[in-house]
């Protein structure tokens, strides 16, 4: 089982301030999806990385993979309220059969008025 | 469109009583996938079928665990007997063919043994 470690774990921060949190690994990935998850529901896809150095938007939202396909970031730009939840990453390898997804632990966002 | 429904929302059950969890995924999707998520080990992959054939089963926790897919629509998680280590929230997802990692989940079930 490749592993995913996310950092930080926890984040309180006031609306209108930028962030970044990390996903990083020992093992390649395939492909690298970041999912965001709010209480009481279930993981909702924002992104799949495939390609080393990439790089994606999503309104405020940027996610890069790293170019050794190892590592990747999220970064938001003036977080909203909205923002908050449970942010995961999960990637596919090469040496895994097929599309089983391993999860990081992920890193839970407070976004504050 | 409907997404991933899955039922009971919610279930409390005694220890060593059956559970079974059901899951309809979208409609034309081609993967189907179970997880468990807790606080201790987060989401974890239990099994995952294709055209309604199991691929992976190798996050199945023991015997107690059985997962079928009778047709395109419909897949059942089975938990005989329940434990209390088996107090968690399972999610089902599917996804469609040739993006079998990207996944869209159910809301999921909320399982308490007790």
């Known amino acids: 089982t490749q592993l995913l470690e996310q950092s930080p774990q926890f984040l309180s921060i006031q609306e209108g301030e930028n962030l970044t949190v990390y996903c990083n690994s020992s093992s390649v990935f395939s492909s690298l999806q ?4 709010e209480p009481g529901e279930g993981p909702v896809l924002l992104v799949t990385v495939v390609t080393g150095g990439e790089v994606k938007k999503l309104k405020r939202l940027t996610f890069q993979f790293g170019d050794a396909r190892k590592d990747s970031s999220l970064h938001i730009t003036a977080a909203q309220p909205g923002d908050t ?8 390898s090469n040496s895994n059969s097929g599309y089983a997804l391993n999860f990081g632990k992920g890193t839970s966002l407070l976004v504050t008025p | 469109d409907a997404g991933v429904i899955q039922s009971p929302r919610h279930e409390v059950t005694e220890m060593g009583q059956e559970v079974t969890l059901r899951c309809k995924p979208i409609s034309g999707h081609d993967y189907l996938f179970w997880y468990r998520q807790t606080m201790m080990r987060g ?13 992976d089963d190798s996050g199945m926790p023991e015997d107690r665990f059985s997962a079928k897919m009778p ?3 419909f ?9 209390p280590r088996d107090s968690a929230v399972y999610f089902c997802a599917s996804s469609p063919l040739g993006r079998g990692y990207e996944q869209y989940f159910g809301p999921g079930t909320r399982l308490t043994v007790t």
């Not at chain 1, 939840?85 to 596919?92: D, F, P, R, S």
């Not at chain 2, 989401?43 to 691929?55: D, G, M, R």
């Not at chain 2, 897949?75 to 434990?83: A, F, G, N, R, V």
Request: with cysteine.
């Open chain 2, 43 to 55: 989401l974890e992959l239990l099994i995952y079928f294709n055209n309604n054939v199991p691929i």
């Open chain 2, 75 to 83: 897949s059942t998680l089975k938990i005989q007997p329940s434990e």
């Open chain 1, 85 to 92: 939840g449970l942010y995961l990453c999960a990637g596919t």
């Open chain 1, 34 to 37: 970041w999912y965001r998850q």
């Open chain 2, 71 to 73: 047709n395109a629509s």
